[in-house]
Every structure is written in C-alpha cells, then in structure tokens.
C-alpha cells in the first residue's frame, strides 16, 4: 500500500516495545515517549482510511480556534480540547521548545552521544545513540512532520528530545493541534499526515460513516521485530563508517643535513 498520507507517519506498538529487554536504552526511551503523555497519540490504532482522509483535508477550514471539515455531507468542527481529550494529551506545560532549560540542552549533549564527547544540537544524527536516532526520526515523521532531510537533527527537536529524556511538561494538545492547523492551512506547504490520528478521531464521532479502513504497513509501526531491524541496521552504518574512515597518514620525519657554508 502506498499512500502519500504515510509517508511521514510512525505509529508505536507499545505493548510490543515495552518488551525489549536486550536493549535498556531502546526500552527507556519509550518509556520516556510515554510518560510525556504521546502514548495514545502516537499508539491509537493503524488505520488508513484514506478516502475519508482526503474528504478532510479537501474540505477543511480554521474557524477560530476549531477546524470544521465536511465528510460525506455533514459538517464537523474539531476544537482543541476535543482533540487533547481523544489522545489524552497534556493540556500543561511549555509549548515553545526553546523554553527547555540550557543545563538541560548541554547535559543533552553528552547524554545523547554514541561516544560520550559533546555533540552539536544542530547536526547528522549518526553521532547518536541508536535510541535518540531513532527519536529524531519518530519526532520528524510523527510529530513535527517538516519536510527535510531525517538523517539531520535540527535544534528544535534536539529541545524536544531534551524535554522528553528528562521529563519536562510539555503542552502537547497545543503542540500537536497547532501542528494539524497548520497541514489544513492553504498557505503553507506543509505535508499531509496524522494519517492514523484523523482517522481515529473521526470514527470516534456517532455523525461520520466510515468507509472500509486499511491497516498500515508493518514498516510504519514500531515493534520489538522492526526496532530490532533498525539496531542491526545502525550497528551495520556504524562498523561501515568506522571501515572506512581514513587513517591518520604520518608524515615521515626528515633527516637533518649538515649545511656548509
């Protein structure tokens, strides 16, 4: 199934990774994702009802704070707070993500590091910990859903990683409807997803019927089975690059010649 509404998408089988028991930074970092309060967001059920989808993003418009779409001839709005309710978000906390303490950011640094020297908070993400890698690549294609190269980590995740890692409360109900606001907004070219979410919050609603659903790829959900694919798959980058990277060349030491002048 191919579909450009999954193109960024990342849905998270949680009662699948909480057993990872072979990899203690794996398994801390979704613990660390749901205890920020994303784990019905990012678990609701894998779902694509992509006609429906469609119908919401052709149709819909920002009406002050709320968005109304139309699906098979009803009109239908979505506020904030029914948003945050369905998901169980945070309704508390920062929202900007450049309010995340420095301290925080600069033992990030280190704490996030494969080697454990300093890291920049703007740069390629193969300097990371498996676990943060992968992280980032939930966070982009799950989360801020920005268009731009993944094997990067810009500063703003990097604070958002940094808010998750030591739990800080972030306002995720805002953070995430104003993330939807901007996908129905005309104005900007930002990328169609939440494929799952928006399929979830419309069942969930008695006035809109449904069409058949189709299950999302296995590729697109995080488990035991692909999170263990993506640590092979590192390790694998890892040991190629390490191959490959040049050795120090010694430059030979002249002899001293005896000038007579």
Request: aromatic residues 12%.
């Amino acid at each position: 199934m191919a579909s450009a509404f999954i193109s960024y998408s990342y849905q998270i089988n949680y009662e699948s990774v909480l057993m990872i028991h072979d990899h203690e930074g794996m398994l801390n970092m979704f613990k660390a994702l749901e205890a920020s309060g994303l784990r019905r967001f990012l678990g609701c059920e894998s779902v694509l009802y992509e006609t429906e989808l469609g119908q919401f993003f052709d149709t819909a418009l920002i009406q002050d704070e709320d968005i109304t779409y139309v699906i098979s001839g009803k009109f239908v709005s979505i506020s904030p707070t029914l948003f945050a309710t369905v998901f169980d978000l945070p309704s508390e906390g920062i929202t900007n993500f450049s309010e995340v303490p420095k301290d925080k950011v600069y033992d990030a640094r280190s704490l996030f590091s494969q080697k454990g020297v300093q890291i920049d908070v703007h740069g390629k993400k193969k300097y990371m910990k498996h676990e943060f890698r992968l992280l980032n690549d939930i966070l982009a294609k799950a989360i801020t859903v920005k268009a731009g190269s993944f094997d990067s980590v810009t500063v703003e995740r990097f604070q958002m990683m940094t808010a998750i890692q030591y739990g800080l409360k972030v306002n995720w109900g805002k953070v995430l409807f104003n993330v939807l606001k901007d996908m129905v907004d005309r104005s900007q070219r930002k990328a169609k997803c939440f494929a799952a979410q928006i399929g979830f919050l419309l069942k969930g609603i008695p006035t809109v019927n449904m069409g058949n659903g189709v299950p999302f790829p296995s590729a697109k959900i995080l488990s035991m089975k692909t999170v263990h694919t993506y640590i092979v798959t590192n390790t694998t980058i890892d040991a190629r690059a390490e191959s490959e990277e040049p050795a120090m060349v010694k430059t030979p030491k002249m002899k001293k010649k005896n000038f007579i002048y």
